[in-house]
Nanobody, 121 residues
Framework: QVQLVESGGGLVQVGGSLRLSCAAS????????MGWFRQPLGKEREFVAG????????HYADSVKGRFTISRDNAKNTVYLQMNSLKSEDTAVYYC??????????????WGQGTQVTVSS
């Protein structure tokens, strides 16, 4: 089992940037693909980005492609989500996830508690 803790959320203006981090417990981090998801208030949770065990493959939702970058550092047991050119519609609670999914969109087995990202105009 793995425990995930997200950080880095906050309030940012439209066009700004944030970097989210997700720290994983345990010594088996490299066994898992990692994903980022988000859930806007009152809406369903949606896939944002995924990365393979050693970072050789990534996949993004069309809505964030070209603006967000997912990366991981297996030595630090951490996955990142660099978010640039933020839009108001990026406002959501962002969750990281770990698992052995069928593909990088999911499904994932372990979830963090989430971090709020608010993009203001």
């Amino acid at each position: 089992q793995v425990q995930l803790v997200e950080s880095g959320g906050g309030l940012v203006q439209v066009g700004g940037s944030l970097r989210l981090s997700c720290a994983a417990s345990g010594r088996t981090f490299s066994m898992y693909a990692m994903g980022w998801f988000r859930q806007p208030l009152g809406k369903e949770r949606e896939f944002v980005a995924g990365i393979s065990r050693y970072g050789s493959s990534t996949h993004y939702a069309d809505s964030v492609k070209g603006r967000f970058t997912i990366s991981r550092d297996n030595a630090k047991n951490t996955v990142y989500l660099q978010m640039n050119s933020l839009k108001s519609e990026d406002t959501a609670v962002y969750y990281c996830a770990a698992g052995v999914p069928v593909n990088l969109r999911g499904p994932y087995d372990y979830w963090g508690q989430g971090t709020q990202v608010t993009v203001s105009s």
